[in-house]
C-alpha cells in the first residue's frame, strides 16, 4: 500500500513539475524554474520511498523494478547536474518518462527478483553498472536534444520554445561528452568488476548482454577517440552517441525482457 501511495503522489509531482518546466520556456519569472526542480526533488524523493517500500529495502531487479531503479538515478543525476550546469531541460523529457515508468512498475504485476546481501564486487558490479545506463541515458537525450539544435541552426530556423531556450550549441556539445565521459569510465568498471568476480560473463543467459555491452564499450571509446584526434562533433558524435546507447539498452534490458517476459526466466 505504502509503494501504490509514494508512487502516485511522486507520479503526480513529476508531471505538475513537468508543466511548470514548459511554462518556464516561454518569458516569466525565474521562480518558475526553481519551483518546477523543487517538485522534482520532491518527486525523487517520493520515487525512492516507492521502489524502497516495493522492495521492502532490498534491490529488485526484475524488469519493471530495475527500469524504475534507473530513471530514479536519471532523474537524481539531472537535478544534482542542475545545480551546476544548463541540463534542467531534460526534465522535460524525464521527468515525464519517468512518471509514465513508475505507473507501468504499480500497474503492471510481476514477480520480485531481489538481491539480497551481495557481495561488495557484485555490489560495485551492480551499482557501476546502473550508473552507466544512467549517464549514457541522459548522454542519449542531451544529444536528441543537440540533433534538433543542430537541425534548425542548418535550417537556418529558430525552432520552437524548447529549442530557443538552450544553452549555446557548443555548451550542448560540451555538456554531451562530459556524461558520455562520465558514463564510459562507469562502463568499464562495470565490465571489468563483471569479468573479474562474476563466475562466467559468456553463460547461456549473460553471452547476449556481454556482448551488446562490449559494443557499446566500443562504440563510445571510438566516439571519445574521435572526439580527441579528429575533433568529432554535430552529426557524427550525435550517431555514434544514439548507436552506442541502443547497444547499451539492448544489454541492460532488452535480454531483460526478453528472459523475464517471453522466456519466464529471470
Not at 49 to 62: I, V
Not at 99 to 121: M, N, Q, T
Not at 138 to 162: T, Y
Not at 202 to 215: C, D, E, R, V
Amino acid at each position: 500500500m505504502n509503494s501504490t501511495l509514494f508512487g502516485t503522489a511522486a507520479i503526480s509531482a513529476y508531471l505538475a513539475s513537468t508543466l511548470l518546466l514548459l511554462r518556464s520556456l516561454r518569458p516569466g519569472p525565474a521562480t518558475q524554474r526553481y519551483a518546477s526542480l523543487g517538485l522534482a526533488g520532491l518527486a525523487c524523493l517520493l520515487h525512492l520511498a516507492a521502489n524502497l517500500s516495493a522492495g521492502r529495502g532490498l534491490l529488485d531487479f526484475s524488469f519493471l523494478s530495475a527500469l524504475s531503479t534507473v530513471v530514479w538515478l536519471v532523474v537524481a543525476i539531472v537535478l544534482l547536474a542542475a545545480l551546476f550546469k544548463p541540463v534542467d531541460k531534460l526534465g522535460i523529457v524525464v521527468f515525464p518518462l519517468s512518471a509514465f515508468i513508475l505507473g507501468l512498475k504499480l500497474g503492471v504485476p510481476e514477480g520480485a527478483h531481489l538481491v539480497r546481501d551481495p557481495s561488495w564486487p557484485m555490489t560495485a558490479h551492480i551499482l557501476s553498472s546502473l550508473l552507466a545506463y544512467s549517464f549514457l541515458n541522459i548522454a542519449a537525450i542531451q544529444a536528441v536534444l543537440l540533433a534538433a539544435q543542430d537541425c534548425c541552426l542548418r535550417a537556418r530556423h529558430l525552432g520552437g520554445p524548447l529549442v530557443r531556450s538552450l544553452p549555446p550549441l557548443q555548451t550542448m556539445e560540451a555538456l554531451l561528452f562530459q556524461l558520455i565521459g562520465a558514463g564510459f569510465a562507469l562502463l568499464t568498471v562495470s565490465l571489468v568488476t563483471g569479468f573479474l568476480f562474476l563466475e562466467n560473463m559468456f553463460a547461456q543467459h549473460l553471452a547476449h548482454k556481454t556482448i551488446l555491452s562490449i559494443l557499446a564499450w566500443v562504440l563510445f571509446a571510438v566516439l571519445l577517440s574521435g572526439r580527441v584526434r579528429a575533433g568529432w562533433r554535430g552529426q557524427t558524435a550525435i550517431r555514434w552517441t544514439l548507436g552506442g546507447f541502443v547497444a547499451l539498452m539492448l544489454a541492460y534490458f532488452g535480454s531483460k525482457m526478453v528472459l523475464e517476459w517471453i522466456l519466464g526466466r529471470t
